[in-house]
């Protein structure tokens, strides 16, 4: 188990999709020879088609206020589009795709997964239909696939300390990962469950570097888990809750922009991070739809609408940093090194992490 920082996860993903086992040996799919410029971005979409199937369907683990938003934007544009949406952690809603796959029902055109390894599993399965946007070429090799097209990052979260000013004392402020196992966190510590891709990199990737015992002791201060960014922060704000272990940096500058008592801490040693990964799903009932949704997603206008829906930091160099937020480039990123483990240590991870939050002995 290892994992890296940013200055290095080019090269390791780019080993990664060349390893056996993944489609690299796919054929690459070609651009289309003339596309289409459309309102700030180009699309090698059918519009016409799209507009005809009159429909979006989207599998997201994004909070449902922010998927409203970024919908919203993209209907604002193509009112011909009606679009809908399901919320669920990524394992809940990776579950519930490869059921709906298995039972041959297609109900779904693209799909967000806070999860690299479910996503790589995806693409390895056949799920992920390969569509090369000419809108990828703003993004950086280690955020695409390889061959291009069958998924892409469409942001990059990280994982920090979050705590209640108001609730801790200037000399209690947790500054670095350790000082969270202190007994003084007892029943004031809150995390996300088993199912969020986000916490499965903060355990991923500090477990090599703080030890098997840190976890262990992490349990004694018996941390809550819950299901949202959304319902960790209202603890805090309300005081139910003291700190955020692995709290999302996005959730942070939501709540401080409307004022909540809430402080964020970059610990020294790095912060966690992982990718909101998109692709198109094979056999979707609005394949046109869908490739116009990703052109426009993928796109400045798209990734601006994203960050603005839920303060998220764009892969790519020319959108800037969500407002109030940190720039990438100013934290240490610790992604996972080997991807492909990341998935496998899924099973272990939830072993471990449920125990940690009291739900099994």
């Given at each position: 188990?290892?994992?890296?920082?940013?200055?290095?996860?080019?090269?390791?993903?780019?080993?990664?999709?060349?390893?056996?086992?993944?489609?690299?040996?796919?054929?690459?799919?070609?651009?289309?020879?003339?596309?289409?410029?459309?309102?700030?971005?180009?699309?090698?979409?059918?519009?016409?088609k799209a507009f005809a199937e009159g429909n979006l369907v989207q599998y997201s683990t994004d909070p449902e206020h922010g998927q409203v938003k970024l919908l919203n934007a993209f209907k604002e544009m193509f009112p011909q589009i009606k679009t809908s949406y399901v919320r669920l952690q990524?394992?809940?809603?990776?579950?519930?795709?490869?059921?709906?796959?298995?039972?041959?029902?297609?109900?779904?055109?693209?799909?967000?997964?806070?999860?690299?390894?479910?996503?790589?599993?995806?693409?390895?399965?056949?799920?992920?239909?390969?569509?090369?946007?000419?809108?990828?070429?703003?993004?950086?090799?280690?955020?695409?696939s390889a061959p291009e097209g069958f998924w892409t990052w469409g942001a990059i979260i990280m994982a920090g300390i979050a705590y209640n000013p108001n609730q801790v004392k200037d000399a209690d402020i947790p500054k670095k990962w350790e000082d969270l196992v202190d007994a003084k966190w007892?029943?004031?510590?809150?995390?996300?469950?088993?199912?969020?891709?986000?916490?499965?990199?903060?355990?991923?990737?500090?477990?090599?570097?703080?030890?098997?015992?840190?976890?262990?002791?992490?349990?004694?201060?018996?941390?809550?888990?819950?299901?949202?960014?959304?319902?960790?922060?209202?603890?805090?704000?309300?005081?139910?809750?003291?700190?955020?272990?692995?709290?999302?940096?996005?959730?942070?500058?939501?709540?401080?922009?409307?004022?909540?008592?809430?402080?964020?801490?970059?610990?020294?040693?790095?912060?966690?991070?992982?990718?909101?990964?998109?692709?198109?799903?094979?056999?979707?009932?609005?394949?046109?739809?869908?490739?116009?949704?990703?052109?426009?997603?993928?796109?400045?206008?798209?990734?601006?609408?994203?960050?603005?829906?839920?303060?998220?930091?764009?892969?790519?160099?020319?959108?800037?940093?969500?407002?109030?937020?940190?720039?990438?480039?100013?934290?240490?990123?610790?992604?996972?090194?080997?991807?492909?483990?990341?998935?496998?240590?899924?099973?272990?991870?939830?072993?471990?992490?449920?125990?940690?939050?009291?739900?099994?002995?």
């Amino acid at each position: 188990m290892k994992s890296v920082t940013a200055a290095s996860a080019a090269l390791l993903l780019g080993l990664l999709a060349s390893a056996p086992g993944t489609p690299a040996a796919q054929a690459q799919a070609k651009l289309c020879d003339a596309p289409k410029q459309m309102q700030g971005f180009k699309t090698c979409a059918n519009v016409e088609k799209a507009f005809a199937e009159g429909n979006l369907v989207q599998y997201s683990t994004d909070p449902e206020h922010g998927q409203v938003k970024l919908l919203n934007a993209f209907k604002e544009m193509f009112p011909q589009i009606k679009t809908s949406y399901v919320r669920l952690q990524a394992g809940s809603l990776y579950s519930k795709l490869l059921a709906e796959r298995q039972a041959k029902s297609y109900l779904v055109d693209t799909i967000q997964l806070s999860d690299m390894g479910m996503m790589l599993d995806l693409q390895k399965r056949g799920g992920l239909r390969q569509y090369q946007s000419p809108e990828m070429a703003g993004f950086k090799p280690e955020y695409k696939s390889a061959p291009e097209g069958f998924w892409t990052w469409g942001a990059i979260i990280m994982a920090g300390i979050a705590y209640n000013p108001n609730q801790v004392k200037d000399a209690d402020i947790p500054k670095k990962w350790e000082d969270l196992v202190d007994a003084k966190w007892l029943d004031s510590v809150n995390v996300k469950v088993t199912n969020s891709g986000l916490q499965h990199g903060v355990w991923y990737v500090l477990k090599p570097l703080l030890g098997d015992a840190y976890f262990s002791k992490l349990g004694e201060v018996k941390p809550r888990a819950f299901d949202s960014y959304v319902q960790q922060y209202g603890r805090l704000v309300d005081g139910q809750d003291k700190v955020i272990m692995g709290a999302q940096y996005s959730g942070y500058l939501e709540f401080k922009a409307k004022g909540a008592p809430v402080a964020f801490v970059f610990p020294e040693l790095g912060v966690p991070a992982v990718s909101q990964t998109w692709g198109l799903i094979a056999d979707g009932p609005n394949p046109n739809a869908a490739e116009l949704f990703m052109d426009w997603f993928l796109s400045p206008v798209g990734q601006k609408a994203y960050s603005a829906a839920l303060l998220l930091h764009s892969p790519r160099d020319d959108v800037p940093a969500p407002a109030g937020g940190a720039a990438l480039k100013d934290m240490k990123l610790l992604f996972p090194q080997d991807w492909h483990d990341f998935e496998k240590s899924r099973p272990a991870f939830a072993k471990e992490w449920d125990k940690i939050v009291g739900l099994r002995k």
